[in-house]
Each structure stands twice: as C-alpha cells, then as structure tokens.
C-alpha cells in the first residue's frame, strides 16, 4: 500500500517539527512528480511556480555558459528541496534542475505556499534556516572556484561528504567522474591527476568509485589553505 503525502512529508527534515495539523495543510498542496534519468525538472528563466521535495533520486542543479559548458552547482538527495529560493525571492529559476537518475519528488505550489507561510511563523523559520545553509554552501562554492586550485576543491568535497556518512573516512561517489569534475568546475583529466597526485601523497586511496581518506588532518589543511605542497 503506497503512503499518502502526509506520512511522506512527515520524514521531509524541513518538515519534521512541524505539528501534525500544520503538516496537514502542507500535504493538501502537494503532488507527487516522477522524473526519468536525465529528464528536466526546471530550466533557467522557467518561471518559478513552486518547489520540489525530493523523495528518492538525485537531482543536479547548474548553469550553461555561452559555449555551453557545464558548471555543476550542487547534487541534491532525499529530504532536500530543490527550486525553493526563486519561490521566495519571487524571480524565475536561475539555473537548470535535472535527474541523473529515476527520481521521485514532492512538488510545493508557490502561491498556495507562500500564503500559508504568512499565517505560520514556524514554518517560515524552518525555511529560513534552509535558506541560510544554502548561502553558506554557495559563498564557499564561489570561494573554492576562484582561489583553490582542484586538490584544495576535492579535498573540501570529501571531506563534506563524509561529514554526512556512517564512515567517517569512506566515501562512495554515486556520480561520475565528468560530473564530478564539472561539480569542482575542472575537467576530468585535470581531476585525474589531481587525484593521482593526493594518491601518491597518501592522502587518498581510490579504489574504483570507492575513495578512502587515509590523512583527514592533511586535506583538512590542504581545503583550507588551497594549494598541495
């Protein structure tokens, strides 16, 4: 028996203190959306009409250049939203969202949304917070990109990721190494020797899409001071 939108959001992280009778008013809004692998949830200058919650699957958040080149901003996972700052800002998207796998969402629709919030503080607050950590990850994204040379860039990346794993020193990369060099706004043959070198520093182990960090000390320093020695 498939779960209704309510028990759904009740595992959504934005969502969980929220009071049932507030959960339900949210889940009165909400539609389920089914996306293929490489299908696009949004494009930059769509016009914004709400958010996504992403249920199962993963979706990729970047930007075009004019020659068309791909800079990968963010992977967003389970339980994150997606598109939620347009819809407060009241702009249209300001980049392209798309599946890298069949991913399961919850749409929010933006007027309905953003009426309820201005009757509940507490949701609002909620949303704040989110909005705050985004700010945080996109100031050191625009750090990274213009005074870190690559190593200084993946060691930043791993060390984010196992910040959220059981394994403390482990790190599984579920995305390729193309979309990987795009995330850390490089090619993949640069990243290659990239990795390489850290490999020879032993400050990494690659064993195929598996990377162990056998010095976090050492890449904590080196995604602080921005260059290997």
Request: with cysteine; glycine share 6%; hydrophobic share 45%.
């Amino acid at each position: 028996m498939s779960r209704s939108l309510y028990e759904i959001l009740q595992e959504i992280p934005m969502f969980t203190s929220l009071k049932p009778e507030k959960l339900v008013k949210i889940a009165a809004l909400a539609r389920s959306c089914n996306f293929m692998k490489q299908q696009i949830v949004f494009s930059e200058g769509d016009s914004s009409e709400g958010f996504h919650l992403i249920i199962e699957g993963k979706i990729k958040v970047y930007k075009l250049s004019g020659d068309g080149k791909e800079q990968i901003l963010h992977f967003f996972g389970p339980g994150e939203p997606v598109g939620e700052v347009p819809v407060f800002e009241g702009s249209d998207y300001p980049a392209f969202a798309e599946a890298v796998m069949p991913t399961n969402t919850v749409f929010i629709p933006k007027k309905e949304f953003i009426e309820l919030i201005r009757t509940d503080s507490q949701i609002a607050l909620e949303l704040l917070a989110i909005l705050s950590r985004r700010l945080h990850y996109f100031t050191v994204l625009i750090d990274d990109l213009s005074l870190k040379e690559v190593p200084a860039r993946l060691a930043r990346y791993l060390l984010t990721m196992i910040s959220t794993s059981d394994d403390n020193k482990r790190v599984d990369l579920e995305i390729s190494k193309t979309q990987l060099a795009a995330l850390l706004g490089t090619v993949p043959e640069t990243l290659s020797r990239a990795m390489a070198k850290m490999a020879a520093m032993d400050l990494i182990e690659i064993t195929g899409s598996q990377i162990r960090l056998l010095d976090p000390v050492r890449l904590e320093a080196l995604a602080w001071s921005g260059r290997l020695t």
